[in-house]
């Protein structure tokens, strides 16, 4: 079974199914998800048909792309330590499609049971070894993140772990699953690392993150007035400000500095930018640009990313990765962050969480701030031992 959805709006759901052809791509080969068999095909001709789709071109059908972060690697000619069994992209052009509402689940939780995470010991090495960089002027701001392993003692439908997923309240703007065989994916990432519309393109990178102690307005006066925030939020909107502008003329705006976004138990600060397209862009050449997003990575983007690759002990995947939707006119490619994969068949699911550690930081703080982001998902979808409230 292969499918895909897609949050819509807040009571409505979009469903792609039937699909016509689907691929999982490795460096020198692909995967049929339809006939299950593999086939000789260098990543090379998957990129250059990326060149050929033009971001204002209207795509035939519906197409979903999945981006893992090792293509980035790839795309910053980074891609020396990524190896050929490792997946980059996945790419289903779906036949049908529909908007319903969420459909009713047998399920009233998703019964996560922690295996493994990352102790303290080993994340205080690693931001040791980060300051030593920031000290040395190597980079500004490091992204650093960790896997998060949870099992659940019993098969699950995932028809019914989606339907549950979609019913519930606080989902993110850019939330989305898509089933391939036993493989689920479940993100419920609030953040935008492209959307395109009438010749133009908008970025809205996040960085910044406290957990929900009193209302709204209360806990956004306590974040406007962290300058350790401030100055995080302020180097990727510069940073994402620059890769925009190599999309097309240097005429990038930023059309909101700082602003409150609301998740499950979190209040983050993202800030909006856009620019104008005078010629056709391709999706090579905008994934060129922006993919991975500054957000996940830091600044400067290569260096810092060269970094994570000697800090962090396993690829991350789906997780940081983007996820794309042509549908129509639109294309809306979100970061994915709060997402999740599980392997349905082996009962167990993967989830990624960190974040950006800079010369400001405080160690305790930004672990506490991890396993707070790790907690919204949990309490989103009712693991066992998480209020479904913030505290």
Not at 141 to 163: A, H, K
Not at 295 to 304: D, E, L, M, N
Not at 341 to 351: A, I, N, V
């Amino acid at each position: 079974m292969i499918l895909s959805r897609f949050r819509w709006n807040n009571s409505t759901v979009l469903e792609l199914s039937r699909p016509i052809t689907a691929y999982v791509y490795y460096r020198a080969t692909r995967h049929n998800l339809i006939t299950g068999y593999p086939e000789t095909y260098p990543l090379q001709k998957f990129l250059d048909s990326l060149e050929e789709k033009k971001l204002q071109d209207k795509v035939k059908g519906h197409h979903v792309y999945h981006f893992h972060y090792e293509l980035g690697l790839i795309l910053q000619d980074l891609g020396h330590s990524v190896g050929d069994d490792v997946p980059l992209a996945i790419e289903i052009e779906y036949e049908s499609a529909r908007k319903s509402k969420p459909g009713k689940s047998r399920l009233t939780s998703l019964p996560f049971k922690t295996l493994e995470r990352p102790m303290w010991s080993e994340y205080k090495e690693a931001y040791r070894a980060i300051q030593n960089h920031l000290e040395a002027g190597n980079c500004y701001q490091v992204n650093v993140t960790y896997p998060f392993d949870f099992e659940t003692e019993e098969n699950l439908d995932p028809r019914d772990i989606m339907s549950y997923f979609f019913s519930r309240e606080g989902l993110g703007a850019f939330a989305h699953a898509t089933l391939y065989h036993e493989q689920l994916i479940l993100s419920n990432s609030p953040e935008c690392l492209f959307q395109y519309r009438d010749e133009e393109i908008w970025t809205m990178p996040i960085k910044g993150t406290m957990k929900r102690k009193g209302t709204l307005n209360e806990d956004w006066q306590e974040l406007k007035n962290s300058e350790k925030d401030e100055a995080e939020l302020s180097m990727i909107t510069d940073l994402l400000k620059n890769d925009l502008n190599r999309l097309d003329r240097p005429r990038a705006k930023v059309l909101k500095k700082r602003a409150p976004l609301e998740v499950p138990g979190l209040l983050h600060q993202y800030s909006l930018l856009s620019v104008k397209l005078q010629k056709k862009i391709s999706l090579l050449h905008t994934l060129t640009c922006l993919f991975p997003g500054g957000s996940v990575t830091g600044a400067p983007k290569k260096r810092v990313m060269q970094i994570i690759q000697d800090l962090e002990r396993a690829p991350r995947g789906i997780y940081c990765g983007t996820t794309l939707l042509c549908y129509g006119g639109k294309k809306i490619a979100s970061i994915n962050i709060r997402t999740a994969q599980g392997d349905l068949s082996e009962r167990l699911w993967r989830y990624g969480a960190g974040g950006g550690v800079t010369l400001g930081s405080n160690p305790v703080h930004e672990f506490q701030e991890m396993e707070a982001k790790v907690a919204s998902f949990l309490t989103l979808i009712k693991a066992p031992g998480y209020s479904p409230k913030p505290e």
